[in-house]
T-cell receptor, first 113, second 113 residues
């Protein structure tokens, strides 16, 4: 089983739709959970950063973490064409004394005007 | 916020030559920098972790003699791809850990012809 699982999509939605992106993980050492947005041929851009279980909201974006189920989500409300990008979940923690950061494969999202 | 500057953004080189990629943390000190490689439609794969003033830690399967990493100062880490071959063509991205979380460079598209 991979440490982080993310459906690569692609996901195509109409403008204004609510988008739900998800990742599951297996390593209990992960303590920090992140969502990155990556436009084509660019470096990933941090969208959300959470530490504990629960919800965190920032504008149209809501990150949700359920540590008991090892499941994280990113919701995008009122999606816009400019949200079209690849979204990667990432998780980090300390294991064996060293820092570890693992990414999901990324979900390619297209928001159609 | 933290900014990581990565250069060059794009490079084409002949097979057998070496290419150096630089990453600089512009407004913070990065004691640890991470180097990733990303193939098309794949997630970011960690290649190595570099700590200022010490040898880099390479992930399994990454040739340390081929991918030379130098982290001589708290603001600069370099990745040198030695004797590059077409299969080394990829997108290389650096990242640094700071109080703002993980900040990524804009990436380097390496094409070996």
């Amino acid at each position: 089983q991979k440490e982080v699982e993310q459906d690569p999509g692609p996901l195509s939605v109409p403008e204004g739709a609510i988008v739900s992106l998800n990742c599951t993980y297996s390593n209990s050492a992960f303590q920090y959970f992140m969502w990155y947005r990556q436009y084509s041929r660019k470096g990933p851009e941090l969208l959300m950063y959470t530490y504990s279980s629960g919800n965190k909201e920032d504008g149209r974006f809501t990150a949700q973490v359920d540590k008991s189920s090892k499941y994280i989500s990113l919701f995008i409300r009122d999606s816009q064409p400019s949200d079209s990008a690849t979204y990667l979940c990432a998780m980090s923690g300390t294991q064996g004394g060293s820092e570890k950061l693992v990414f999901g494969k990324g979900t390619k999202l297209t928001v159609n005007p | 916020g933290a900014v990581v500057s990565q250069h060059p953004s794009r490079v084409i080189c002949k097979s057998g030559t070496s290419v150096k990629i630089e990453c600089r943390s512009l407004d913070f000190q990065a004691t640890t920098m991470f180097w990733y490689r990303q193939f098309p439609k794949q997630s970011l794969m960690l290649m190595a972790t570099s700590n200022e003033g010490s040898k880099a830690t390479y992930e399994q399967g990454v040739e340390k003699d081929k991918f030379l990493i130098n982290h001589a100062s708290l603001t600069l880490s370099t990745l040198t791809v030695t004797s590059a071959h077409p299969e080394d063509s990829s997108f290389y991205i650096c990242s640094a850990s700071s109080d703002y979380g993980y900040t990524f460079g804009s990436g380097t598209r390496l094409t070996v012809v």
